[in-house]
């Protein structure tokens, strides 16, 4: 039932399965066909129904994977977000700390203050 088809990449031939380059509900498609054809000629329709069994175990598996690597992509996402807004608030009272150090250590000069006016 396996069929082989040769495609060519780089001037070499490789055997590829033809299930391949396929989706899983093509697949399915296919099996039911087969399924009925086999049927319609009486012939044994397990492995048909095995097949069609696996594709499903394996969509709902692909699904699943899907759902969860969409929920670490969100996590991460969150956990990237969370962690730039703690570094910008450590950034901010940093500088604030410097400056608040900063203006208290300047003295006022004595070219601060200007001279007095003295009437004549």
């Not at 899907?66 to 996590?75: K, L, N, S, Y």
């Amino acid at each position: 039932m396996q069929q082989l088809k040769l495609s060519t990449h780089n001037n070499v031939t490789h055997p590829q399965k033809l299930t391949d380059s396929f989706t899983i509900s093509q697949q399915k498609e296919q099996l039911e066909n087969l399924l009925y054809q086999k049927v319609q000629q009486g012939e044994d329709i397990s492995p048909c129904i095995e097949a069609l069994y696996y594709l499903a175990s394996k969509q709902t598996t692909e699904d699943q994977l899907q759902v969860m690597w969409a929920e670490v992509a969100r996590e991460r996402s969150a956990f990237n977000s969370l962690q730039r807004v703690i570094i910008t608030a450590f950034a901010i009272l940093g500088m604030i700390a410097f400056f608040n150090g900063a203006f208290r250590s300047v003295k006022p000069s004595a070219a601060a203050n200007p001279p007095a006016v003295q009437p004549h």
